[in-house]
């Protein structure tokens, strides 16, 4: 088990108001997982996503296959 800590970063486009989530990409490679949270609750709940389903559901993202909020 990896000891490492989340380095939380969020997208440069979340300049919007504070909406936004970040996640900890450090962890990918010791655990496979993509943990993400609420920027607005740093000490709240997190979610932790396998890598490849993080990664197919930001490539969905970039294509556009979500629609636009």
Known sequence: MSTEFPRWFKSS???NGGDCVEAA???VAPQ???PVRDSKNPTGPVLGFPAD???S???GVKAGTFGTV
């Open 25 to 27: 990409a450090n962890l």
């Open 53 to 55: 389903a993080f990664t």
């Open 57 to 59: 559901f930001i490539a």
């Open 13 to 15: 486009y979340s300049d």
């Open 32 to 34: 496979g997982i993509v």
